[in-house]
Each structure stands twice: as structure tokens, then as C-alpha cells.
């Protein structure tokens, strides 16, 4: 059983970055970041491999936003920066306890709130 807990959500201003963690229990392998915009459906944002090597983004990520994960502390980590008013968006962890990076997670976190607004 994993479980996953978010954290790092905010308000911050276009042009400016966060960063979110998602501490994990149990053993996940692959693990990856979605978030839901109000009124539409969640959406794929970036995944990594249980070594951190292999990472894939949604190209409305891609030069902006960065995933990695430290095995030691257990922890995923998604740096945004240049952050656009588009980016408004629950954003969910989710994680799977096999390799596999490209079928959806088996679990999921509760979801932190991020608002790119002036």
C-alpha cells in the first residue's frame, strides 16, 4: 500500500516558480504529477522512473517544469518555474508499486492548490 501527501501549493505571480513535494509511503516505483483545472478534465504533467533516470513531460510543461524524486527521503518533487495563469490547477501526485511509467497511478494523493495570478 503507498500513500501520498502533498505539499507546496500557493498563490504566486505569472513569470514566478514553487515547488511541490509529495512524501510517500510504502514502496512506490514510478511515480507522476497531474493536475485538474477547474471544470476540465485531470490532465498529465510529468512522470519519472523508480531511478529518477527516465522522466516524460506534457508539452505545455516541457523547458519549464522539472520532476525528480529522492529515494532516500521517500519524496517527489515538481520545480515549476516560469509559471503561467494556464498552470492554475489542482495538482495531484500519483504513484504506481511497478515499473511502469506509462499506464495511470494506483494511488493518489489529496491534491495541492496552485494559482498563478497577479
Known amino acids: 500500500q503507498v500513500q501520498l501527501v502533498e505539499s507546496g501549493g500557493g498563490l504566486v505571480q505569472p513569470g514566478g516558480s514553487l515547488r511541490l513535494s509529495c512524501a510517500a509511503s510504502?514502496?512506490?516505483?514510478?511515480m507522476a504529477w497531474f493536475r485538474q483545472a477547474p471544470g476540465k478534465e485531470r490532465e498529465f504533467v510529468a512522470t519519472i522512473n523508480w531511478s529518477g533516470a527516465v522522466t516524460y513531460y506534457a508539452d505545455s510543461v516541457k523547458g519549464r517544469f522539472t520532476i525528480s524524486r529522492d529515494n532516500g527521503k521517500n519524496t517527489l518533487y515538481l520545480q515549476m518555474n516560469s509559471l503561467k495563469p494556464e498552470d492554475t490547477a489542482v495538482y495531484y501526485c500519483?504513484?504506481?508499486?511497478?515499473?511502469?511509467?506509462?499506464?495511470?497511478?494506483?494511488?493518489w494523493g489529496q491534491g495541492t492548490q496552485v494559482t498563478v495570478s497577479s
Open positions: 510504502g514502496r512506490p516505483l514510478s
Open positions: 500519483g504513484a504506481r508499486s511497478d515499473y511502469d511509467v506509462y499506464s495511470l497511478p494506483d494511488y
